[in-house]
């Protein structure tokens, strides 16, 4: 079972998350993050570039969950434009050592495993941010995935295509393919930490940590991990069976075991 935490707003998480992520960089300055698109891990990428002073992120590496197929490149919607934006650029990581899946027509067909490799080449991830769809995606690793599945490319729902509209002029804006890690890929992390906040990421929440394992949900597979944590804030928490105890747990907790 994953480790859940609740906290009282996303700036707590986003403060939480990036402790844990100085931690790993002190002891491991070369670390391999897993990067999250999105608006949950933002306030995990401010807090860590509020705390950056003093250490030393020029060795850091960084691998993107995800991307979109076929937009041009310098999309600012592309993943890729958003991760310097967001992650690069304000942590002043350096940009060679960040990959994105590549999304770009011409090489989409062995873009799946070149990233596979790049990965393995890399030792693997020591800790990846995950956030969640509403239908309960991570990465974009859609309803029916396996969890088993690598890197590759998918088709996204409408439902997913309907929720990121808000990045594009319209829905017919967002592109219908993507590229994403598979469930297998992100299994693989060394540890996950699963972001999500607000009432409308409650079900999938519920549905993840405490219902069937299963490919429709294909959250639920961080409960196969053995070093999964999951921050919440009271609202996706809400529908949790067992968020009492997750309190009790995580109060008792020995300090020096961080998250
Ligand atoms: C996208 C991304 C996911 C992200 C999800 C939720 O589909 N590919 O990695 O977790 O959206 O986004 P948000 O955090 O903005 O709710």
Known sequence: MAEVVIVGDSGAAGTLVA???VSLIEERPDAVLGLATGSTPLPVYEALAARSQGLDLSRVRGFALDEY????????ESYRSVIT???VEPLGLVPERIQVPNGAAETIQHAGADYEAAIQAAGGVDLQILGIGTDGHIGFNEPGSSFASLTRVKTLTEQTRRDNARFFDSIDDVPMH?????LGTILRA?????????????????????GPLSANLPGSAVQLHPRATVVLDEAAASELQHADYYRYAYANKPAWQGI
Request: hydrophobic letters at 55%; a neutral charge.
């Open 19 to 21: 402790e844990a992520i």
């Open 69 to 76: 197929v076929g937009l041009p490149a310098g999309h600012p």
């Open 85 to 87: 934006r967001e992650v």
């Open 178 to 182: 993507c590229i994403t890690q598979g």
């Open 190 to 210: 060394r540890h996950l930490v699963l972001l999500a906040f607000g009432a409308g990421k409650a079900a999938a929440i519920a549905a993840a940590l405490e």
